[in-house]
Nanobody, 126 residues
Framework: QVQLVESGGGLVQAGGSLRLSCAAS????????MGWFRRAPGKEREFVAR????????YYSDSVKGRATISRDNAKSTVYLQMNSLKPEDTAVYYC???????????????????WGQGTQVTVSS
């Protein structure tokens, strides 16, 4: 069983920054790609970023590319999402997820993930 716990969300002004963290339990963290998704009110869940199991490959949605950095610390079983130059349209609940397959670069669709955190709210004021 894997548990994912996000933290680091909050209220920030437009142009500000936040660093989201996702701490994972279990022994298989280092073998799996991890992803960040978000869901804004009234919208579908949206891919934000993913990082391969080794940390060597990262992928971003066009909406955050250049403003976000995903990273991982396998020794701490934690994945991070640094968000800069935040915009009001970044307001959403952010979720981390563990990719279901081991030793891959991950997936940009939710169905590729088998464990999800409870989410952390990010609110960007204009």
């Amino acid at each position: 069983q894997v548990q994912l716990v996000e933290s680091g969300g909050g209220l920030v002004q437009a142009g500000g920054s936040l660093r989201l963290s996702c701490a994972a339990s279990g022994r298989t963290f280092s073998k799996h790609a991890m992803g960040w998704f978000r869901r804004a009110p009234g919208k579908e869940r949206e891919f934000v970023a993913r990082i391969s199991w080794s940390g060597e490959s990262t992928y971003y949605s066009d909406s955050v590319k250049g403003r976000a950095t995903i990273s991982r610390d396998n020794a701490k079983s934690t994945v991070y999402l640094q968000m800069n130059s935040l915009k009001p349209e970044d307001t959403a609940v952010y979720y981390c997820a563990k990719n279901s397959l081991a030793f891959t670069s991950g997936s940009s669709v939710p169905t590729g993930y088998d464990y999800w955190g409870q989410g952390t709210q990010v609110t960007v004021s204009s």
